[in-house]
């Protein structure tokens, strides 16, 4: 019951390889932020930006480089997932070059004493070290299945990344940040990848146990207690990440993963009624008792308290407020990038409110768009899963396509007010150097389990002998 | 900049934009089209099955291992990697690297077989000290046949001669 996964193989009619349609692909992602830069440069000083010719042909540098790696390490890939990450990066970059040219930063950091300096260049560089970890990743890793014999080892390692937060001061309230000197990296970007691997490995082991052992009560599934045991731990575990750290995000994020990969492991509804349950009573146990948490589901409840005469003492940023008031501007074309004012949301403009910028200067077709682009790189993952042939790859494909999808409904629900604010980053988009790190890598093993699942069946020998031992069909 | 040039490059903008989701999800399409699904336990012989045959006829070049890879061993002939070439695995290889091949339902063998008929530990591969590969059957229940013999003691693998074990099937190859 619990192997059904596989009694059907999915298999492709067509040239296994499209490295070519990728490569076409590719050469359209480049061009469409060049194309961005450009009407951005004009919009914002009449004139083609001077690092134009510069941006294009690093982008397409990148480009290239992760095409060719592909193309040599990885030849049966997906053609998707390398272009949709490019494209997103190199908007990114564009839409952080446009929040630096404006002038309202620079005044309010100047009025803050705070030094404004260029995110853009930064981010490239970033962006260059991210592809330089996906080309090392789907190089140094031949075969998803070595992350098998990790397992436990990368239950450990996620752990001590979760944890070690908690000894470095907290940044704008949340503990989520590891100062080394003058860097600062979030582990649980990278924790998020590393979790998805132990997740996969357990449950790869223990899901028919999880599956089959378990009693019928009132149409609902109960799993004995010793089997309830993991699922607790991790939910202890990402509600005290949410205690100790104040960070929603990451805890959902976590929580999230472990219930849909259990879900598709196991095929049981109630582990999604379970984990909905628990959530939810976890969610209000902290939003009741942790100070931090409450102000951002107030400021989630009444957005625009905060312009009232006698504001309520919770009220203390307009962000999310003026993150509202954007998408509302940009209206269903938007303003044209470089001409929106967006801006004026002076903190975190660049990072977790970069889907404002988007959404008032794409308006809500652009908006649209980069969701979708966003839900392609999902579907790659599913497909992915469908089609791979070990457990092992279809739950760990499944588990890090969850976390992105996750993770993007976090952060866009957050800045649109679906749900409270969580400090995540859009993935690829927004500017961080550990955020755009880890999705590379993420894209990156997204692609060596879609090659290997991809790849050809290997021709049987010719049969010299027709009248071989029945095969045992049923 | 005029305002009519800034327009229409908005609009050209996301009409671009657009058009990239667009050409992505054509290239989807060949996924939701040019598939074939196989259930298992469906008649192989059918029809249907030709052009899988077909295609497997004439596998692409770059498949191919240069011979005498496998490690130490540059003996000519020796093969490089083990095929699962029938049952739900099929397409499976692992490269052949002087390592112990272990078969069975159980959750550690190197190969996990997803069989009916298969024991949590049904056999192992392995090579001699002359590189030449054995399997060895380890007291499964339903056996394992090299061609058609059911195997009683370690055996010589030759190159290409089925191994198999319930539903599935297994070849060395070069």
Same mark, same amino acid.
């Given at each position: 019951m619990s192997s059904t996964s596989n009694t059907t193989t999915i298999s492709t009619i067509g040239p296994p390889s499209r490295r070519n349609t990728e490569l076409a692909l590719l050469v359209?992602?480049?061009?469409?932020?060049?194309?961005?830069?450009?009407?951005? *440069?004009? #919009?914002?000083?009449?004139?083609?930006?001077? $690092?134009? !010719?510069?941006?294009?042909?690093?982008?397409?540098?990148?480009?290239?480089?992760?095409?060719?790696?592909?193309?040599?390490?990885? %030849?049966?890939?997906?053609?998707?997932?390398?272009?949709?990450?490019?494209?997103?990066?190199?908007?990114?970059?564009?839409?952080?070059?446009?929040?630096?040219?404006?002038?309202?930063?620079?005044?309010?950091?100047?009025?803050?004493? +705070?030094?404004?300096? &260029? &995110?853009?260049?930064?981010?490239?560089?970033?962006?260059?070290?991210?592809?330089?970890?996906?080309?090392?990743? !789907?190089?140094?890793?031949?075969?998803?299945?070595?992350?098998?014999?990790?397992?436990?080892?990368?239950?450990? $390692?996620? !752990?001590?990344?979760?944890? !070690?937060?908690?000894?470095?001061? %907290?940044?704008?309230?949340? +503990?989520?940040?590891?100062?080394? $000197?003058?860097?600062?990296?979030?582990? &649980?970007?990278? #924790?998020?990848?590393?979790? &998805?691997?132990?997740?996969? *490995?357990?449950?790869?082991?223990?899901?028919?146990?999880?599956?089959?052992?378990?009693?019928?009560?009132?149409?609902?599934?109960?799993?004995?207690? +010793?089997?309830? *045991?993991p699922i607790l731990v991790v939910w202890a575990m990402s509600i005290l990440i949410l205690v100790f750290e104040t960070d929603l995000g990451t805890s959902l994020l976590f929580f999230g993963m472990f219930v849909v990969m259990l879900y598709v492991a196991t095929e049981r509804t109630s582990w999604i009624v379970f984990g909905l349950l628990m959530s939810a009573a976890g969610a209000v146990g902290v939003a009741s008792f942790e100070p931090h948490v409450k102000v951002r589901v107030m400021a989630w409840l009444h957005p625009f308290a905060v312009y009232q005469e006698h504001p309520p003492s919770w009220a203390t940023t307009e962000q999310i407020a003026q993150a509202l008031m954007s998408f509302g501007s940009g209206g269903v074309f938007g303003t044209g990038l470089g001409q929106g004012a967006s801006d004026l949301i002076g903190f975190a403009a660049n990072s977790d409110f970069i889907l404002a910028t988007i959404g008032e200067e794409l308006g809500l077709a652009g908006t649209m768009a980069i969701l979708l682009l966003y839900g392609l790189i999902v579907e790659r993952g599913m497909r992915t899963a469908l089609a791979a042939r070990d457990p092992f790859g279809k739950l760990l494909s499944i588990g890090l396509s969850a976390a992105f999808a996750i993770q993007v409904f976090v952060v866009a629900g957050g800045v649109m007010g679906l749900i409270p604010l969580t400090g995540m980053t859009m993935p690829f988009v927004a500017y961080g150097g550990s955020s755009v790190l880890a999705n590379w890598a993420l894209i990156a093993i997204l692609i060596r389990i879609s090659d290997t699942a991809r790849r050809p069946a290997p021709a049987p020998a010719p049969s010299t002998d027709a009248e071989m031992t029945q095969v045992v069909r049923p | 900049m005029s305002e009519l040039t800034l327009t229409v490059m908005r609009l050209g903008f996301l009409a671009v934009l657009w058009l990239f989701v667009i050409v992505a999800v054509q290239v989807i399409r060949s996924d939701l089209f040019g598939t074939r699904v196989t259930q298992r336990g469906s008649a192989r012989r059918g029809a249907p099955d030709r052009p899988q045959q077909q295609r497997q006829a004439t596998p692409p070049p770059q498949r191919q291992q240069p011979a005498g890879r496998g490690g130490g061993r540059g003996r000519r002939g020796a093969p490089t990697k083990l095929v699962v070439s029938e049952g739900t695995l099929a397409g499976t290889t692992v490269a052949l690297q002087g390592q112990t091949i272990s078969l069975g339902r159980a959750h550690d063998s190197t190969i996990v077989l997803d069989d009916d008929y298969a024991s949590s530990r049904h056999a192992r591969i392995y090579p001699d000290r002359d590189g030449q590969w054995i399997v060895e059957d380890l007291g499964s229940t339903n056996g394992t046949y090299l061609d058609r013999t059911r195997l009683t003691t370690p055996t010589p693998i030759p190159l290409g001669a089925p191994i198999r074990i319930g539903k599935t099937v297994i070849e060395l190859r070069k």
């Open positions: 359209f992602a480049v061009i469409v932020p060049v194309f961005a830069y450009a009407n951005a *440069g004009l #919009a914002l000083s009449d004139e083609l930006p001077s $690092g134009m !010719l510069s941006y294009g042909l690093g982008l397409g540098l990148l480009a290239g480089v992760g095409h060719l790696v592909v193309r040599k390490f990885a %030849p049966y890939a997906d053609p998707l997932l390398l272009p949709i990450a490019t494209l997103l990066n190199g908007l990114g970059l564009v839409i952080i070059w446009r929040l630096d040219q404006s002038r309202r930063l620079a005044q309010q950091a100047k009025n803050a004493d +705070r030094v404004f300096s &260029a &995110a853009a260049p930064n981010q490239l560089i970033y962006s260059a070290m991210a592809v330089a970890l996906f080309v090392g990743v !789907l190089i140094f890793l031949k075969d998803h299945r070595i992350l098998q014999r990790y397992t436990y080892i990368s239950m450990v $390692g996620a !752990l001590i990344l979760l944890i !070690l937060p908690v000894f470095f001061p %907290p940044v704008f309230g949340a +503990r989520i940040w590891v100062r080394v $000197g003058s860097f600062s990296i979030q582990p &649980a970007e990278f #924790a998020k990848i590393i979790i &998805a691997v132990f997740f996969s *490995g357990y449950l790869m082991v223990k899901r028919d146990a999880l599956a089959l052992a378990s009693r019928r009560v009132m149409g609902l599934y109960l799993p004995r207690g +010793r089997d309830l *045991g | -």
